[in-house]
């Protein structure tokens, strides 16, 4: 009888060799959303792990005798002595064109309320970014729809630019401006049947922001028609730290799908001074060594392996990145604002003063840069705008200067009340980017003149006249100037005869 | 405080590795530690012996495969475990039986911190994921 017995034991014994192996390890404490493991022998950076109930969490200190593990989800069932076993996996998210109008958390769930994602796909969280072989230098335009910032400030695709200011100065609103203005230039594209069109997706990050904001965020989207071709990422201020520490590389994953497929990307990330919070949280807890305003020392690196993954590929496409930071008291020389502008092609620097004044968006004209863009810029701006930002920059040294003296000559006036023209021109109200073609007429009319002899207070007034009558009667025209990109003889002579036509009826 | 907990893990260490023998634990050894750290109690000896104790623990059980199983087991099968793991990590192995009727049929071996699994019970588990 024994002996049959052993037979079937064997028999089991060799199907056990077929067995699938795990590497476990066992929970020894866990707190703030970070849980130290003991053996987890096999573990790699960044692997993702499993712990009973379906929390997983992702290895970041692999030490001799522990591994600290940050944990993605509802961390209150897990205790002491409980069983954790490896993946073999890196964390993936779901990609692809499914999870345009959606909302998501760090992990790709929906959390929008519209049922589960359409994708089929899921993409690395944690990719190198692309070498230096397969970049391209920019060269396409994308359009904020900011007349500040496609003029003078002019962002390409591919290009990494940094919005940063103090609280409250309309970041988020020119991010939000931008996502909007893609998307009505992707429905114009879409619309016009041409196949060398490229639409740009958007995808907004939301790190540490109050829930109302968010809700806010993706309400003025919507309301634009914007949501159908953007994805949202949200990791609120209640979420844990892991989560919103994750969050930006999940929304760099689902716009690197983008742009290895072949297509245009844009991400907002609003706003890594709180991804830099989350981060220092997590650091902290998992005890490792801090350094400057008690940041760990690989904070740099934090942002930077982000941020490089925004790139423009050869034979592929680009991922464009907006990463948003806040400043206390406009002092950029704080530790995360320099780390971060040191990695980015340049900066849109937002003012309070400015704010505060009704110049909005607050954009400071002198202390904001794009190092890559003007090589993207279309020639028709270039025509229109080129010397826009030199004579900003005197007008601001000659109005510091003219508060010291009344007996300004001739030409000081002159320059001073052009500049305080242009000052006028700039402002935009949130939420309504003005597309390029417009943006080019209403440059025009400054650069020859035509709002001169206004009330200087009516210049913002008379140029959303302007672009009224030529969106409601120059169509045609608008759409040559679009498709030409640049000013010849020919269409200058009409645009001047639709600004003449225009002159005189807003005069009249 | 954590550098406390450093010379702590640091002299744990070192006991440790008086404790091996030709690579492997050795029961004489772990012994003469012991009398050792009696006799000369380090700063912390509550804590050093606790860390001592985790670090020949996890050594202890890389050398033992922990055979859970459902029912009886036949002395044949653990031997050929023991030699089939002892191949597979390249050290010498002693199979241990454990019993586990929550496993229904089949078994789990335990190595260190690695588990391999062919029970019909984690079967079942996964079929209902
Ligand atoms: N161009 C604008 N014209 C008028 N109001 C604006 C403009 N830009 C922003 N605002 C208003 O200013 C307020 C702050 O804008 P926003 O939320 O974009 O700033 P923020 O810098 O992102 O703020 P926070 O630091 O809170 O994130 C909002 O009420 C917004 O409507
Ligand atoms: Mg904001």
Same mark, same amino acid.
């Given at each position: 009888?024994?002996?049959?017995?052993?037979?079937?034991?064997?028999?089991?014994?060799?199907?056990?060799?077929?067995?699938?192996?795990?590497?476990?390890?066992?929970?020894?404490?866990?707190a703030d959303?970070?849980?130290?493991?003991?053996?987890?022998?096999?573990?790699?950076?960044?692997?993702?792990?499993?712990?009973?109930?379906?929390?997983?969490?992702?290895?970041?200190?692999?030490?001799?005798d522990?591994?600290?593990?940050?944990?993605?989800?509802?961390?209150?069932?897990?205790?002491?002595?409980?069983?954790?076993?490896?993946?073999?996996?890196?964390?993936?998210?779901?990609?692809?064109?499914?999870?345009?109008?959606?909302?998501?958390?760090?992990?790709g769930?929906?959390?929008?309320?519209?049922?589960?994602?359409a994708?089929?796909?899921?993409?690395?969280?944690?990719?190198?970014?692309?070498?230096?072989?397969?970049?391209?230098?920019?060269?396409?335009?994308?359009?904020?729809?900011?007349?500040?910032?496609?003029?003078?400030?002019?962002?390409?695709?591919?290009?990494?630019?940094?919005?940063?200011?103090?609280?409250?100065?309309?970041?988020?609103?020119?991010?939000?401006?931008?996502?909007?203005?893609?998307?009505?230039?992707?429905?114009?594209g879409?619309?016009?049947?041409?196949?060398?069109?490229?639409?740009?997706?958007?995808?907004?990050?939301?790190?540490?922001q109050?829930?109302s904001?968010?809700?806010?965020?993706?309400?003025?989207?919507?309301?634009?028609?914007?949501?159908?071709?953007?994805?949202?990422?949200?990791?609120?201020?209640?979420?844990?730290?892991?989560?919103?520490?994750?969050?930006?590389?999940?929304?760099?994953?689902?716009?690197?799908?983008?742009?290895?497929?072949?297509?245009d990307?844009?991400?907002?990330?609003?706003?890594?001074?709180?991804?830099?919070?989350?981060?220092r949280?997590?650091?902290?807890?998992?005890?490792?060594?801090?350094?400057?305003?008690?940041?760990?020392?690989?904070?740099?690196?934090?942002?930077?392996?982000?941020?490089?993954?925004?790139?423009?590929?050869?034979g592929?496409?680009?991922?464009?990145?907006?990463?948003?930071?806040?400043?206390l008291?406009?002092?950029?020389?704080?530790?995360?604002?320099?780390?971060?502008?040191?990695?980015?092609?340049?900066?849109?620097?937002?003012?309070t003063?400015?704010?505060?004044?009704?110049?909005?968006?607050?954009?400071?004209?002198?202390?904001?840069?794009?190092?890559?863009?003007?090589?993207?810029?279309?020639?028709?701006?270039?025509?229109?705008?080129?010397?826009?930002?030199?004579?900003?920059?005197?007008?601001?040294?000659?109005?510091?200067?003219?508060?010291?003296?009344?007996?300004?000559?001739?030409?000081t006036?002159?320059?001073?009340?052009?500049?305080?023209?242009?000052?006028?021109?700039?402002?935009?109200?949130?939420?309504?980017?003005?597309?390029?073609?417009?943006?080019?007429?209403?440059?025009?009319?400054?650069?020859?003149?035509?709002y001169?002899?206004?009330?200087?207070?009516?210049?913002?007034?008379?140029?959303?006249?302007?672009?009224?009558f030529?969106?409601?009667?120059?169509?045609?025209?608008?759409?040559?100037?679009?498709?030409?990109?640049?000013?010849?003889?020919?269409?200058?002579a009409?645009?001047?005869?639709?600004?003449?036509?225009?002159?005189?009826?807003?005069?009249? | 405080?954590?550098?406390?907990?450093?010379?702590?893990?640091?002299?744990?260490? @070192?006991?440790? &590795?008086?404790? %091996? =023998?030709?690579?492997? !634990?050795? #029961?004489?050894?772990? +012994?003469?530690?012991?009398?050792? *750290?009696?006799?000369?109690?380090?700063? @912390?000896?509550? &804590?050093?012996? %606790? =860390?001592?104790?985790? !670090?020949? #623990?996890?050594?202890? +059980?890389?050398?033992?495969?922990? *055979?859970?199983?459902?029912?009886?087991?036949?002395?044949?099968?653990?031997?050929?475990?023991e030699?089939?793991?002892?191949?597979?990590y390249?050290?010498p192995?002693?199979?241990?039986?454990?019993?586990?009727?929550?496993?229904?049929?089949?078994?789990?071996v335990?190595?260190?911190?690695?588990?391999?699994e062919s029970?019909v019970?984690?079967?079942?588990?996964?079929?209902?994921?």
């Amino acid at each position: 009888m024994s002996t049959v017995l052993e037979q079937i034991e064997q028999q089991i014994a060799r199907l056990s060799s077929k067995a699938v192996r795990k590497n476990t390890g066992v929970i020894r404490t866990v707190a703030d959303g970070v849980a130290k493991i003991d053996g987890l022998s096999d573990v790699v950076y960044n692997e993702m792990v499993q712990f009973p109930g379906g929390a997983i969490g992702i290895a970041l200190n692999l030490e001799q005798d522990e591994v600290g593990c940050v944990v993605l989800g509802d961390i209150s069932k897990l205790k002491e002595g409980d069983e954790v076993q490896t993946t073999g996996k890196l964390l993936s998210i779901p990609v692809g064109k499914g999870l345009l109008g959606r909302v998501v958390d760090a992990l790709g769930n929906p959390v929008d309320g519209k049922g589960p994602i359409a994708s089929t796909e899921t993409y690395p969280v944690e990719k190198i970014a692309p070498g230096i072989i397969v970049r391209k230098s920019v060269s396409q335009p994308l359009f904020t729809g900011i007349m500040a910032i496609d003029s003078m400030i002019p962002i390409g695709r591919g290009q990494r630019e940094l919005i940063i200011g103090d609280r409250g100065t309309g970041k988020t609103t020119i991010a939000i401006d931008t996502i909007i203005n893609q998307a009505k230039i992707n429905k114009v594209g879409l619309a016009s049947g041409d196949k060398n069109f490229r639409p740009v997706y958007s995808i907004y990050v939301a790190i540490g922001q109050k829930n109302s904001n968010i809700v806010r965020t993706i309400g003025a989207l919507e309301a634009a028609g914007a949501l159908e071709f953007t994805v949202i990422v949200a990791a609120p201020a209640a979420d844990n730290p892991a989560n919103q520490y994750l969050a930006p590389y999940s929304g760099a994953a689902v716009g690197e799908w983008f742009m290895e497929n072949g297509m245009d990307a844009l991400i907002v990330y609003d706003d890594l001074s709180k991804h830099a919070v989350a981060y220092r949280q997590i650091s902290l807890i998992l005890k490792r060594p801090s350094g400057r305003e008690a940041y760990p020392g690989d904070v740099f690196y934090l942002h930077s392996r982000l941020l490089e993954r925004a790139a423009r590929l050869d034979g592929k496409g680009s991922l464009t990145a907006l990463p948003i930071i806040e400043t206390l008291a406009g002092d950029v020389s704080a530790y995360i604002p320099t780390n971060v502008i040191s990695i980015t092609d340049g900066q849109i620097f937002l003012e309070t003063d400015l704010f505060n004044q009704g110049i909005r968006p607050a954009v400071s004209v002198g202390l904001s840069v794009s190092r890559v863009g003007s090589s993207a810029q279309i020639k028709a701006t270039k025509q229109v705008g080129g010397k826009l930002k030199g004579e900003l920059a005197q007008f601001r040294e000659l109005a510091a200067f003219a508060q010291f003296g009344s007996d300004l000559d001739a030409k000081t006036k002159g320059q001073l009340d052009r500049g305080a023209r242009i000052v006028e021109l700039f402002k935009q109200p949130a939420f309504s980017p003005v597309p390029i073609e417009q943006q080019v007429v209403t440059l025009w009319a400054m650069q020859k003149g035509y709002y001169d002899d206004l009330d200087i207070k009516k210049v913002t007034a008379a140029a959303v006249s302007l672009r009224d009558f030529f969106s409601t009667r120059k169509d045609a025209l608008l759409t040559e100037i679009r498709t030409k990109a640049a000013l010849d003889k020919d269409l200058e002579a009409k645009i001047k005869t639709a600004v003449d036509e225009w002159k005189s009826s807003f005069a009249a | 405080m954590a550098a406390h907990q450093k010379q702590v893990q640091q002299l744990a260490r @070192q006991l440790f &590795a008086m404790s %091996l =023998a030709d690579g492997s !634990l050795s #029961a004489e050894r772990v +012994a003469g530690v012991l009398e050792y *750290v009696e006799k000369n109690p380090p700063a @912390q000896p509550m &804590a050093v012996l %606790l =860390a001592y104790r985790r !670090l020949v #623990a996890v050594e202890f +059980a890389r050398g033992r495969a922990v *055979v859970e199983h459902a029912g009886p087991l036949g002395q044949g099968v653990l031997a050929s475990i023991e030699s089939a793991m002892a191949r597979r990590y390249g050290r010498p192995i002693v199979a241990v039986s454990k019993d586990a009727p929550g496993l229904l049929a089949g078994m789990r071996v335990r190595v260190g911190d690695d588990v391999y699994e062919s029970s019909v019970a984690n079967q079942l588990a996964g079929l209902s994921v």
